[in-house]
T-cell receptor, first 124, second 107 residues
Framework: QVQLVQSGAAVKKPGASVKVSCKASGYTFTAYYIHWVRQAPGQGLEWMGWINPNGGDTSYYAQNFQGRVTMTGDTSISTAYLELIGLRSDDTAVYFCARLNRGIYNYEYAFDIWGQGTMIIVSS | DIQMTQSPSSLSASVGDRVTITCRASQGISNSLAWYQQKPGKAPNLLLY???RLERGVPSRFSGSGSGTDYTLTISSLQPEDFAIYFC?????????FGGGTKVEIK
């Protein structure tokens, strides 16, 4: 069964950092980019960036997160990681990893497999 | 950045109704559009990609159309399990962006 399983919820203080894991199974981990998307309580979806697990941790981050986010991968255990530093109260959200399926043509890109989400609460 | 504007933000409908949700991009996105369904406490679930291609396992009552900047998700006959929030997403250019969502509620 193709799936992404994320680490559990965490409560962090402002200024702290958090590292969320996303373990892939049922497919070749290095064959698909992993993206990260977050969702604040009651809000919409915000894209954070991607990592190419087959590219020596080649990654790309949304401008909103540059300088605070690092996405990495460990191919030996088929796991991607999201690290966010300098946490603020507005970082309180559910963080999702998602597999990007490229389809046959460029316009067919879509997130076909999602992790279950990891709730991160930032509170003093 | 490409802005994705979804409408309506919410709607009430009955089982069996035909439902249409619209997504407008701030610039042309060449059919690089996906639709997702999200239920409370769950991750989004891919319904359609490439604007009109049905993801494997998704019921055929879901369909998508559009081109350029304007896209539509249609549910031909709403079922009880379809009450959820629907998001569009453009994959044409980074940063990838989502519509604000449409909440489909029971009338």
């Amino acid at each position: 069964q193709v799936q992404l399983v994320q680490s559990g919820a965490a409560v962090k203080k402002p200024g702290a950092s958090v590292k969320v894991s996303c373990k892939a199974s049922g497919y070749t981990f290095t064959a698909y980019y992993i993206h990260w998307v977050r969702q604040a309580p009651g809000q919409g979806l915000e894209w954070m960036g991607w990592i190419n697990p087959n590219g020596g941790d080649t990654s790309y981050y949304a401008q909103n997160f540059q300088g605070r986010v690092t996405m990495t991968g460990d191919t030996s255990i088929s796991t991607a990681y999201l690290e966010l530093i300098g946490l603020r109260s507005d970082d309180t959200a559910v963080y999702f990893c998602a597999r990007l399926n490229r389809g046959i043509y460029n316009y067919e890109y879509a997130f076909d497999i999602w992790g279950q989400g990891t709730m991160i609460i930032v509170s003093s | 950045d490409i802005q994705m504007t979804q409408s309506p933000s919410s709607l009430s409908a009955s089982v069996g109704d035909r439902v249409t949700i619209t997504c407008r991009a701030s610039q042309g996105i060449s059919n690089s559009l996906a639709w997702y369904q999200q239920k409370p406490g769950k991750a989004p679930n891919l319904l359609l990609y490439g604007a009109s291609r049905l993801e494997r396992g998704v019921p055929s009552r879901f369909s998508g159309s559009g081109s350029g900047t304007d896209y539509t998700l249609t549910i031909s006959s709403l079922q009880p399990e379809d009450f959820a929030i629907y998001f569009c997403q453009q994959n044409y250019h980074t940063p990838l962006t989502f519509g604000g969502g449409t909440k489909v509620e029971i009338k």
